[in-house]
């Protein structure tokens, strides 16, 4: 395992965090210990593969695509247990329950929080020529606490609440608002996102 925090690894964990899934309590009875992570971009799949063979030396493996999805996965008990314990990452069913780890949220390290911000804006983020860059998430506490670390940086943000209706969870939504935090956006933050970027 890697003996410290890199911007790389922090990057990984916010991809995670945002459309990755670590296997439940059911398949780790049965001896499964999956890390899988999801994309719409072979090229930005392909980063993150590289990211953790660099990280922890592992080579990860890939499904037949469904519909311009790509999976990357690793099977591993110990990379399972690294990512809950480190970095307090839920298993199963978990996107309402995500947050900030608390070693990303409490570092002084601003490199380490651009990089784990770089990780949800690729993942569950959004660009558009209307609307701007936000990031969303169904965890309300994700939200609030993405929208501290924005504001600690400078930026003007604000979170929007979506329902579509009761059957399914509310979506919250963390947005900069004005063309300087936009601009700030792009040069202290970005993405690494091919099409994103």
Known sequence: ??????????????????????????????????????????????HYDELIKKEFEMVTI?????????????????????????????????????SV?????????????VAFLQGLFDSDGTVTERSGVSYSTTS???????????VRMDFDCYIYKWVKNERVLPLFSVRLRGKQSLLKFARDVDFRHPLKA
């Open 1 to 46: 395992f890697p003996n410290r925090i890199s911007p790389d690894l922090a990057y990984c964990v916010g991809l995670i965090l945002g459309d990755g899934s670590l296997t439940g309590d059911t398949s780790n009875r049965i001896g499964n210990w999956g890390l899988t992570v999801y994309f719409d971009n072979l090229q930005h799949m392909r």
């Open 62 to 98: 890939h499904y037949p695509p469904i519909r311009n999805c790509y999976s990357s996965k690793v099977h591993s008990k110990p990379l399972h247990w690294f990512f809950r314990t480190y970095f307090d990452m839920h298993n199963g069913f978990k996107c309402d329950k995500i």
């Open 101 to 113: 780890p608390q070693v990303i949220l409490n570092t002084p390290d601003l490199d380490l929080k």
């Open 140 to 150: 309300e506490v994700m939200a609030k606490q993405v929208q501290e670390l924005l």
